[in-house]
């Protein structure tokens, strides 16, 4: 199994920024986590939860349109750990942020940050 645990979320105002951290622990969660595809989803209230970011084993991103040029995530093999780093931040940013690891057949959730941004 593999642990995903989030960190970084806050309270910012509007044009500022925050980095979201997601570090991966447990059995073998180092080949797990070298292996998978890491993504980063969000949640808002009455909203169904969407993808943000993802990046693969090999480095390759993909970003929702809605956060194209703002949004960069970013890994960290040795560390087991994903990065979001979101700049210009926007009241409609405002949700839960997910971790996710997508290894061969299984996949594996964080527990959620909540990212609040006042406009």
């Known amino acids: 199994q593999v642990q995903l645990v989030e960190s970084g979320g806050g309270l910012v105002q509007a044009g500022e920024s925050l980095r979201l951290s997601c570090a991966a622990s447990?059995?073998?969660?180092?080949?797990?986590?070298?292996?998978?595809?890491m993504g980063w989803y969000r949640q808002a209230p009455g909203k169904q939860r969407e993808l943000v970011a993802r990046?693969?084993?090999?480095?390759?991103?993909n970003y929702a349109d809605s956060v194209k040029g703002r949004f960069t995530i970013s890994r960290d093999n040795a560390k087991n750990t994903v990065y979001l780093r979101m700049s210009s931040l926007k009241a409609e940013d405002t949700a839960v942020y997910y971790c996710?690891?997508?290894?061969?057949?299984?996949?594996?959730w964080g527990q959620g940050t909540q990212v609040t941004v006042s406009s």
């Open positions: 996710n690891a997508a290894f061969l057949s299984h996949e594996f």
């Open positions: 447990g059995t073998a969660s180092g080949t797990i986590f070298s292996y998978s595809t």
């Open positions: 990046i693969l084993s090999g480095g390759s991103t």
